[in-house]
Nanobody, 121 residues
Framework: QVQLAESGGGLVQAGGSLRLSCAAS????????MGWYRQAPGKQRELVAV???????DYADSVKGRFTISRDNAKITVYLQMNSLKPEDTAVYYC???????????????WGQGTQVTVSS
């Protein structure tokens, strides 16, 4: 089994910064990608940023230039540095990882429990 432990959410004023962390543990043969999604009240969960095993990255248009995703392979941890935060960034942020548990298994998606980010105006 795989666990994802998130940390770093909180309350910040508009224009401020936060850094989210997500550490994966458990049975991991290959970590294909890690990313962050968010879900605001009344809205669908949306992709914020993803980083793949080849360190290629993708970002939602709404966060480009403000958020940076990075990973530490030795710690099996992904980070999301969020700068110039806006009230519309307020949401629960979820970590996602696509992992192969063994060389025989298919890649499977795992989710963290979520961490609240609130940006006040």
């Amino acid at each position: 089994q795989v666990q994802l432990a998130e940390s770093g959410g909180g309350l910040v004023q508009a224009g401020g910064s936060l850094r989210l962390s997500c550490a994966a543990s458990g049975r991991i043969f290959r970590l294909n990608s890690m990313g962050w999604y968010r879900q605001a009240p009344g809205k669908q969960r949306e992709l914020v940023a993803v980083i793949r095993s080849g360190v290629s990255t993708d970002y939602a248009d709404s966060v480009k230039g403000r958020f940076t995703i990075s990973r530490d392979n030795a710690k099996i941890t992904v980070y999301l540095q969020m700068n110039s935060l806006k009230p519309e960034d307020t949401a629960v942020y979820y970590c996602n990882a696509e992992i192969m548990a063994s060389f025989k298994s298919n890649s499977q998606g795992y989710w963290g429990q979520g961490t609240q980010v609130t940006v006040s105006s």
